[in-house]
């Protein structure tokens, strides 16, 4: 079960982020840092960066807590070899260049992907502010989606908050959703010592979500596979009920206070443009020349004149947060 997971949420460390990271058996992001995706970027590389770039030195910092995930294999920024950013730069060429999504052509700026040092402190500058610009959030998640897609992984989403979010939600058929305890905050060691801790039910999780996925993907009627993701979901809760102690064990001494909390885990089958179709589709809210140019385009998606750019439909995991339950106190776990 391996989750592409926005480099968004992992520097805002939201729900989303801290789920799949319980839950995945690894986790894929963009590591912004070379341009070509013939060479890799590891966290060496990205410190190195930082040397040279008061913004990207920023980022780097703030992703510091994730070092034992990634030295753990948890996280890594690739799969069999090859990255992201290729994805990107193609969304982001397709999103300047073709003219089904010319109404989202003023958001965008060309030179945010083609050079390296632009790159590195536009897109850093950008996952600190948590995403105002566009020019950079709609390229780096329709180009997560294509490598998702491409790769047959699942893409890690947060609930609906804003209007492409909710637009989005619409363009989707909905597969199945299980409620699960995960960490909604806490310590990468935490993280590391819960999974190992909860190892055969995650593995046993893991592996239903896997086969549910290969079976959409080879167009199979996936009832009975919801069945067993929800069977070994139950168990996962039951266990990590059962465990907690362990699970919380000494957790007082994090560094960040460990705090449970229940997720609904909705599997959607998307489309590969859905970034796209959902960015006109909250673009044709906001009125004037480019939401009227927005909502056309928006009528030639629905009539089936807008493809994927590239990209297979997506297996996307919507995480969205209930409510959180911190440990109790006045004993060690």
Known sequence: MLIVLS?????????VALAALLLATEVITLLPGRLSGAARTRMGDARAAAERMPQYRELV????WTEPLWRAGIVSSDFEGEDAIEDVRTASHAVIRDERFAALRPLM????????TQYLRVLAADLMKAGPDPAVSIPVAAGLDRFAGRHHLFAARSGAASLAQQAE??????????VVPV???????????????????????????EDLSEAIDRGEDPAELVIAVTAAATAYAAAFEARRAEVFSLSEEDDVRAVE??????LTRLPGDAVMQSSLS???LLGGAAGRRAAESVGDAAAGAIVPVGSEPVNALIIRAMGARPPQRGRRR
Do not use: C, N
Not at 61 to 64: G, L
Not at 184 to 207: N, Y
Not at 261 to 266: E, H, K, Y
């Open 61 to 64: 910092q703030s992703w510091a």
């Open 169 to 178: 939600a619409k363009l989707g058929r909905v597969i199945g959703a299980i």
């Open 183 to 209: 960490f909604v905050q806490a310590a990468a060691d935490r993280i590391i010592h819960a999974r190992e801790v909860l190892q055969d039910e995650l593995d046993e999780l893991r592996a239903s979500f």
């Open 282 to 284: 909250a673009m044709s």
């Open 261 to 266: 909390g229940s997720v609904v885990v909705t």
């Open 7 to 15: 480099p968004y949420h992992l520097t805002t460390r939201e729900p």
């Open 109 to 116: 700026r060309e030179d945010v992907f083609t050079d390296e």
